[in-house]
């Protein structure tokens, strides 16, 4: 009996505290989020007043439930910046975790195929940029981008270019930003995947007569799509809601998101509005992932 008592408490250990940390760190605040984006904006601290309130007595309440409304959610899609915001930041997140792939697919494919000796080092040397502050890296690239930076010098230096180019505040300045700083993301899982490859299935092909770039297309890809998936993730979902890239190295014309939650939040000081955009921007990522982690779960239960 103490046996069983054991066995169940480490497992509600194991499955509860992952749950509990998700209750007080995501769904409450997603809570308090929600309720915010129901209230309305006024000149106050915090600057909403709710408009359900059981502190006025329960005639008063159930008369706040008559009137009760989505007028928030409705002004975004009545106002064009917010959806255009949505559209331009998606757009933005995807063409960047794209660039991410195509630079990070043969990053993690050279790590998995190089030497045991030397994997560690180039792990290291993946995980590097993390031990500088994520602030201070964007910063740095502001010094290599604008006109009299760093890479205008090289390429005036080598004579690529005549004249300095612009491209700091531009949305060529905030594809960089991002392929930078979340290529970690990309390139981490998508190396765990390819690194734990069986050597021999691309031998077996080779034999059968598949040349070295069948052979990658028909095994190597496939095997590595869940590490493809995982990284492409972790790269456009942070990239959708950023804000600091597109504030320091975009321009004005750089429209995302994050920049306009940040302006209703601190500089129209509208709570409400600001709530509702990101219960939106939530609802944008999170129903496309668990779609697809359905989906996923199925495909799997198809194999087995």
């Keep these: 009996m103490n046996a069983l008592k054991r066995i169940f408490g480490a ?26 984006s129901f209230s309305e904006p006024a000149i106050s601290i915090p600057p909403y ?7 006025n007595g329960l005639v008063a309440f159930w008369q706040q439930v008559r009137e009760f409304g989505f007028e928030n959610y409705v002004f975004l899609f009545e106002e064009p910046l917010f959806y255009r915001s949505y559209l331009s930041s998606l757009i933005i997140a995807g063409i960047a975790t794209l660039m991410t792939l195509l630079i990070g697919y043969p990053m993690a494919y050279a790590m998995a195929r190089a030497p045991r000796s030397w994997r560690a080092i180039l792990l290291m040397l993946v995980i590097l940029p993390f031990w500088t502050s994520f602030l ?7 010094g290599i981008l604008k006109k009299e930076g760093l890479l205008n010098q090289a390429l005036l230096a080598i004579g690529v270019i005549s004249e300095p180019l612009t491209i700091l505040n531009t949305n060529a ?9 979340y290529l970690p993301f990309l390139v981490l899982p998508l190396y765990a995947s ?11 092909a080779q034999d059968l007569g598949c040349t070295q770039l069948k052979a990658f297309w028909t095994i190597t890809f496939p095997i590595s799509l869940p590490g493809v998936a ?7 979902i942070p990239a959708v809601g950023e804000f600091v890239i597109p504030d320091l190295l975009g321009g004005s014309e750089t429209l995302m998101i994050g920049r306009t939650l940040w302006v209703e939040f601190f500089n129209n000081r509208d709570w409400p509005v600001a709530s509702a955009v990101a219960v939106i921007l939530l609802l944008i990522l999170v129903v496309p992932i668990a779609l697809f982690q359905n989906a996923q779960a199925r495909a799997e239960e198809k194999v087995l």
């Excluded at 300045?173 to 700083?181: E, K």
């Design 173 to 181: 300045a905030v594809y960089i930003g991002i392929v930078y700083s």
């Design 136 to 142: 201070i890296r964007v910063y740095a690239w502001i």
């Design 49 to 55: 007043s709710p408009k359900l309130d059981v502190s």
């Design 194 to 204: 390819l690194e734990r490859m069986d050597d021999s299935l691309l031998e077996a």
């Design 230 to 236: 995982a990284g492409c993730f972790l790269v456009f």
């Design 11 to 36: 497992r509600f250990v194991l499955i509860g505290v992952p749950y509990l940390w998700l209750l007080a760190l995501f769904f409450i605040p997603f809570l308090i989020v929600l309720k915010i």
